[in-house]
């Protein structure tokens, strides 16, 4: 809890920094337009897909700085010498970041939605598979972050290695939007992105510790 | 089995294992293979839709199909790296990686060689297509994460966590993309019951398939002996083995 106020206290005083992925996801959106033109029928078409991707490609820029300040002062390495267990504190940070840096994003998605003229069916769906996915982006990314963390220029790895893995998200993502949009079911879709879900938050917390153990030594 | 196993998470005892085990590899895989494609090549029987051009079948499958163990066995090897803290074992991954990443992108290469006469295109977001592609990047990137780590140690344990990620989703990508998109035939070897395939084509097949899993293993066995002497450069037996063939070679 301790760890959960004093990182929101954090991420608060560092609002400029936190800004930077909302703005980056905003601008990717709007160049979507921009390249393909105009059409609202082609822009449908292909919005989802759009705001997906901008949401994975901009969850990569906030999660860099995941444990990054913690681990160069150090009060990562006090953390794991702490009695807390490090897995409840790696699920906490992760539950962090996506309050400050994907939360917002969700937030803003009405709007985007509006700029890619999507039906609200369609929307809808995409809130869902949004609010169900994208913990799974904070989770399984916090592994590679928590890798990649000792390492100077982490940046383009962490991509590197994280966008192959969230291919399956982003296929049941975007396949739910595309059934609502024909007014059919899309139960089976979300069941699915919250199967993924689940099983990463069972796992993910231990695989994030021991990463962070690695990256410490 | 662990006692037996044991001794091997010492290096200088795997080294010479690998020094046995190559030439049996080696050799036997280079003459399965010869046999094996020219066999398929030369004289099994035509295909009735496809006529000749089907005959790529003998290197894309067996790299299609070695690809995917290729993956399992890195993966397994990172598993006993980080349950048992053996040594050896993230040298085995990383000797294996580059070999399965080589595996993987002779399969897609051959597989638009093949595409292009039977379904008019080079690429197609297809199913398997896509998640051998999507192979090629886990690969890539268990490779590169090792690179980028100074600390070899590390380097092992940080790449053996990523290819346990990737393991586990490897299944999850293909069933995702087979949902989203197929065009690739079917399997038609693992149906051993009744294969889909006359036995004339199918066991140059499965001998080529043999023949590449030797040679990869040939390889891996040499990536694996490198690997160890580049590791551990300043022990003894290193050193003595060095001297010794450097004394070998001067007496020429």
């Known amino acids: 809890m301790a760890i959960l106020k004093r990182d929101l206290a954090l991420a608060y005083r560092q609002r400029a920094e936190l800004m930077q992925p909302m703005l980056f996801f905003i601008l990717v959106i709007s160049l979507f337009p921009l390249a393909v033109g105009p059409e609202p029928k082609t822009l449908q078409l292909i919005g989802p897909g759009v705001i997906w991707v901008a949401a994975i490609l901009s969850s990569l820029l906030g999660l860099e700085r995941l444990f990054r300040d913690d681990f160069q002062d150090g009060s990562l390495e006090q953390l794991m010498l702490s009695s807390t267990s490090l897995p409840a504190a790696a699920l906490v940070k992760v539950l962090v970041h996506w309050l400050t840096s994907i939360l917002p994003l969700i937030i803003l998605s009405p709007l985007l939605a509006l700029f890619l003229h999507l039906s609200e069916p369609m929307y809808w769906a995409l809130l869902k598979t949004l609010l169900l996915g994208t913990p799974l982006l904070s989770l399984i990314g916090a592994i590679a972050v928590g890798l990649t963390v000792g390492l100077n220029r982490g940046g383009v790895l962490l991509a590197l290695l994280l966008l192959p893995v969230f291919i399956p998200l982003l296929i049941f993502a975007t396949s739910a939007v595309e059934s609502a949009s024909m007014q059919l079911q899309y139960t089976a879709q979300l069941a699915i992105i919250g199967a993924m879900f689940l099983f990463s938050l069972a796992l993910a917390p231990f695989a994030i510790a021991y990463a962070l153990r690695v990256s410490q030594t | ?252």
């Open chain 2, 1 to 252: 089995m662990w006692k037996w196993l044991h001794p091997y998470a010492k290096t200088e005892r795997t080294y010479h294992l690998c020094q046995k085990l190559l030439p049996w590899f080696s050799l036997l895989g280079l003459a399965v293979i010869l046999v094996a494609t020219v066999w398929g090549l030369a004289f099994a029987p035509m295909d009735y839709q496809q006529s000749e051009a089907y005959r790529i079948i003998y290197v894309h499958v067996p790299s299609a199909v070695l690809s995917k163990s290729l993956y399992s066995a890195m993966a397994i090897a990172a598993f006993v790296g980080l349950v048992w803290q053996v040594k050896t074992s993230f040298m085995a991954m990383m000797a294996l990686a580059p070999v399965g990443a080589t595996v993987t992108f002779v399969s897609l290469i051959t597989g638009a060689a093949w595409g292009k006469p039977m379904w008019g295109t080079w690429w197609e977001w297809d199913a398997r297509l896509t998640s051998q592609l999507i192979l090629l990047f886990l690969f890539l990137g268990v490779i590169s994460l090792y690179k980028a780590f100074e600390d070899k140690q590390q380097a092992g344990k940080a790449a053996g966590v990523m290819a346990i990620v990737g393991v586990i989703n490897l299944p999850i990508i293909h069933y995702s993309v087979q949902w989203w998109n197929t065009l690739h035939q079917g399997a038609s070897i693992m149906k051993f019951d009744k294969p889909s395939m006359p036995p004339e084509m199918l066991w140059p097949l499965l001998l080529s398939i043999l023949g590449w899993a030797l040679v990869s293993g040939a390889i891996f066995l040499l990536r694996m002996q490198n690997e160890i002497l580049q590791r551990e450069l300043k022990r003894p037996w290193v050193v003595a083995l060095a001297n010794k063939s450097a004394a070998s070679s001067e007496g020429k």
